[in-house]
């Protein structure tokens, strides 16, 4: 109602108290800035006394000292005593002051002997301590320490005349020289004393101008605080009597849009509200009264009285008001409504206003009514479907079996009609064989819903057995009481069957038999944790046959097949039942030998290679010498590995056994610097991948020279890194021989291509400046002779519309040596669109001169160990010489590489090379950085 909400107690109760506590707060700050105030210029007030002290204290110790001096009188130097302590008190607690963390006893006790009142000491404390390096204290301060070195001379002075009187070795003239210092320090203290008084005055009258200006900064401040707090509460007011009406409305348009009726009934006054929509329902016009006769009346006679009960009940036993009536209507049959209501009681108990709301469910009823004929629908499809169902009352007695349950269990509903479950039905574990308890008693005593944990079997009286899924749910009334158990039983065993099959196929090799590699790692894992549990040793055997290829280019591959059956059928005979013997794919396979030691394992890797090389496998009018490479991994408690990378050493081993010759065993060790390597080459196999596939390749740029004249043209060899998984830079030499080793190659070269390719279009279509008029790309052996390779080149300079003759491909005198006549084709193929050619690293090889008048390459790059040892080893320097007259002599230009020394480069100059590279003249560095060119990868 408007008026009535929270919001307007809030606008009503607290804008008083929080308008005011802004105010409270700044005469708060007021009257402590006054205590400081008052604080500051109280200890302003005592340093001034201070002073005066000191200053009487210094003349009285000056003119003791002087009577001391003539008189020789102890009294005299004990009153010069008396009156140097009160200067140096002060000091003691002024040197306290000054440490980090003074000591408040000590700084009183210095004060108190300066004659210092015990309750300015605190002030001052805190005068000297906070602004001690402030203006005119900071001055007064250093003028302080000044004086204090004089007493310190007159102090000294003293205590030097007291010990020659004393010991009678004051003379006439001494006397008349102390006298005279004494004077001129009484002189240097005099105006030292005068400034101290000054800068004291000019500090004082220093603060209380500060403090004022303090002063009134703070109450500016605070008020204009204190105002804005009060405006954002008068605000607040505003904004939340609007919010206040906003609700009201909102309040009033989801009365009259709701689809429930709601009322309220003041049985003070007797006055009913009913919201439109209530009214409507009841048939009630607006014009009616709101009395409680009148809205009884609508009800349906044969539940007015059962209605009314129920409000009676309600407002003198505060039962709940939830009651369902008919409403009659004009036109068709009784609509049905639902009330609820609750109370606002006074102390006694006493009933004072009821609300609540109306809602239709006409259609609810309806829906019950066609519940009930999909229940009796549900029996007649019970009756018809596949899984067995039976159903159990509250006491777990059986009510109900459909067809299927009576032919699953072999009994009819009649007969088991009020038996337990467990009289018609014995379940056991598959697996152990135990029977299982009653699953409906189980749910009767409290557990929501059940299913097995482990597969089941139906036990039969003739003793035979059916697979069986179960699951067991309870059946609940309206009010959530436990009605029954409904039991499900599915017949699976064909289901059964089919998985064991599967399962079987999941971790064996369908041609051989053998077990799969998931199966086989899976059992090599359970090896490595025995190992490591109790020290147990065992050993992996990886077998690869030699020359399968062979046998499937020659007769087919059912021949190589039945090769594989024949091979896994040849295991059996020759290793151990507890063995595990697995395909890993092609011709590959591998044995794990538990509990097996190195030697025994060895022995067992001989036989199996020997009964390999005795099988001579015939297939049609064809036969084959059979052999195998194999790799053996033994692994005891005193040698290691980690788990993954158990089969990658095997693995390694056996590839070294191929590279050896094949037919042999090799065995691998920790220290096996060859297996080692292989291994590591392995590695690299996965991560070059993962870096071509994530673009995670650099492409660097180190300039080629012109020797014989200065070329605005910049000349560049094209450089490969790759980014590791940490983000640091490898170079290549580091993945580029396991790339070549394992056919990647083509790959990485096809990248570069189109990376440099992308790289230099996008430089030209932004106009960058300094683009290269010519860049050097290397070229693998294994692309030269790739089919396909000159396509995609020609496909590239079209995609990219790079001019040919702006790329000079380089590939090494090993590569080009290997597959003379395809490499030839190649260069013919490329130089034919415009390319040019280096032949790099030549010299390296063992390649004879003769090539190089054959081979149609532009340049000839010299092998760069040669030209670096060229001017302290003449050999090399007879090898660059030749190569590069040799280069001249056939028609082609020379490039000396690993040029890193002004000396090297000035000898490389007068042997005429045309061009130079290395670290003298320029250093690699990203290419073309800028144009963010990604590249896509080429997986191997």
Not at 115 to 122: A, H, M, N, V, Y
Not at 181 to 199: V, W
Not at 681 to 687: A, D, N, P, T
Not at 691 to 715: C, E, G, K, M, T
Request: one cysteine or more; charged letters at 25%; aromatic letters at 6%.
């Amino acid at each position: 109602m408007p008026g009535t909400g929270r919001g307007a107690e809030l606008g009503k109760g607290d804008s008083a108290a929080d308008i005011v506590w802004p105010f409270v707060m700044v005469v708060v700050v007021m009257i402590g800035l006054c205590v400081a105030s008052l604080d500051l210029l109280s200890a302003a007030r005592a340093f001034v006394g201070g002073e005066s002290r000191w200053s009487k204290a210094q003349k009285i110790a000056v003119s003791s000292l002087q009577h001391y001096l003539s008189s020789h009188d102890e009294a005299d130097y004990r009153q010069f005593l008396d009156a140097i302590d009160v200067p140096l008190g002060d000091r003691a607690g002024r040197e306290e002051l000054d440490r980090t963390w003074p000591d408040m006893t000590v700084v009183s006790a210095g004060f108190r002997r300066g004659g210092t009142p015990e309750d300015d000491i605190p002030g001052m404390a805190r005068l000297y301590r906070y602004f001690h390096g402030v203006g005119s204290i900071r001055r007064a301060v250093d003028v302080w320490v000044e004086a204090d070195r004089s007493i310190d001379q007159l102090l000294a002075l003293g205590t030097d005349a007291h010990r020659r009187i004393n010991t009678d070795q004051g003379s006439a003239a001494w006397a008349a020289a102390a006298s005279a210092h004494l004077r001129r320090i009484d002189e240097r203290l005099t105006p030292l004393e005068y400034a101290f008084s000054d800068a004291l005055g000019n500090a004082s009258r220093e603060t209380s101008n500060l403090l004022r200006v303090w002063l009134c900064l703070a109450a500016a401040v605070m008020v204009l605080v204190a105002t804005r707090r009060a405006r954002r509460l008068l605000d607040d007011r505003v904004r939340v009597a609007d919010e206040l009406r906003a609700s009201e409305d909102r309040f009033q348009l989801a009365v009259a849009g709701s689809n429930d009726g709601l009322w309220d009934w003041d049985r003070t006054t007797g006055h009913i509200y009913l919201s439109p929509r209530l009214r409507q329902m009841l048939g009630l016009n607006v014009t009616d009264d709101g009395a409680a006769t009148s809205v009884f009346l609508c009800i349906h006679p044969q539940d007015r009285r059962r209605v009314m009960r129920a409000v009676a009940a309600h407002v003198w036993r505060n039962h709940p008001l939830n009651v369902e009536f008919r409403v009659p209507q004009r036109h068709g049959a009784p609509r049905w409504f639902h009330a609820r209501g609750a109370s606002s009681r006074d102390a006694t108990g006493s009933s004072r206003r009821m609300a609540g709301s109306v809602t239709e469910i006409t259609e609810r009823r309806k829906a019950d009514a066609m519940l009930y004929a999909a229940k009796e629908r549900a029996e007649v499809t019970l009756q018809s479907i596949g899984d067995a169902v039976i159903t159990t009352d509250a006491r777990g007695c059986i009510a109900f079996l459909n067809p299927s349950a009576e032919r699953l269990t072999r009994w009819s509903t009649d007969h088991a009609r009020g038996l337990a479950v467990g009289a018609i039905c014995q379940l056991v574990e598959e697996t152990s064989g135990v029977s299982i308890a009653d699953p409906v008693m189980q749910v009767l005593q409290g557990q929501p819903a059940w299913s097995q944990h482990d597969k089941l079997v139906l036990m039969h009286a003739g003793g035979s057995t059916t697979a069986v899924d179960l699951t067991a749910t309870p059946i609940r009334d309206r009010n959530g009481n436990m009605d029954g158990v409904v039991l499900v039983m599915r017949d699976v065993s064909r289901d059964r069957e089919h998985a064991a099959q599967l399962s079987y196929q999941a971790s064996h090799d369908v041609l051989t038999g053998l077990i799969n590699r998931r199966e086989f790692e899976r059992r090599l894992a359970r090896a490595t944790t025995a190992a490591e549990s109790n020290g147990r040793s065992f050993t992996v055997l990886y077998l690869d046959l030699d020359q399968f290829k062979v046998v499937n280019d020659t007769c087919s591959h059912a021949a190589g097949d039945e090769l594989l059956r024949q091979i896994g059928a040849l295991f059996i005979g020759h290793v151990r039942a507890t063995d595990a013997v697995a395909r890993l794919g092609g011709d590959e396979f591998v044995v794990l030998l538990e509990d097996c030691d190195a030697d025994a394992a060895l022995n067992m890797a001989e036989s199996l290679r020997v009964a390999i090389g005795d099988l001579h496998f015939a297939f049609g009018e064809r036969s084959f010498a059979t052999t195998a490479s194999i790799g053996l991994v033994s692994l005891s408690a005193d040698q290691r590995l980690p788990r993954e990378d158990i089969l990658g050493a095997a693995d390694a081993a056996c590839h070294l056994a191929k590279e050896k010759g094949r037919n042999r065993v090799q065995t691998y060790h920790l220290d096996d610097d060859e297996v080692a390597v292989r291994q590591t080459e392995m590695c690299w196999v996965s991560r070059i991948q993962a870096a071509l596939a994530s673009h995670r390749f650099r492409l660097y740029a180190q300039d080629i020279v012109d020797l014989r004249r200065h070329s605005p043209h910049r000349h560049v060899e094209l450089l490969l890194r790759m980014v590791g998984e940490d983000g640091q830079l490898i170079p290549p030499r580091a993945f580029i021989p396991a790339a070549e080793r394992y056919g990647l190659m083509p790959s990485i070269d096809r990248w570069v291509v189109q990376s440099a390719f992308a790289a230099l279009r996008d430089a030209t279509d932004r106009g960058l400046p300094d683009i290269p008029s010519q860049c050097a790309i290397n070229l693998s052996g294994t692309s030269l002779c790739e089919d396909g390779f000159a396509v995609f080149l020609r496909q590239q300079f079209i995609a990219f519309d790079i001019a040919p003759s702006s790329i000079c491909f380089e590939i090494t005198e090993t590569a080009a040596i290997s597959s003379l006549s395809r490499a030839t084709a190649f260069i013919h193929e490329m130089r034919a669109l415009g390319c040019y050619f280096s032949l790099d690293d030549f010299g390296a090889g063992m390649s004879s001169f003769t090539y190089l008048k054959h081979l149609p390459v532009d340049f000839v790059k010299i092998e760069g160990s040669f030209v670096k040892d060229m001017i302290d080893d003449p050999i090399d320097h007879a090898m660059v010489e030749a190569i590069n007259n040799i280069g001249h002599v056939t028609g082609k230009q020379t490039i000396a590489e690993c040029v890193g020394t002004p000396e090297l480069l000035a000898a490389v100059h007068r042997l005429g090379i045309d061009f130079a590279q290395g670290f003298v003249l320029s250093v690699p560095r990203p290419f073309l950085q800028e144009s963010g060119v990604a590249p896509t990868a080429f997986n191997a």
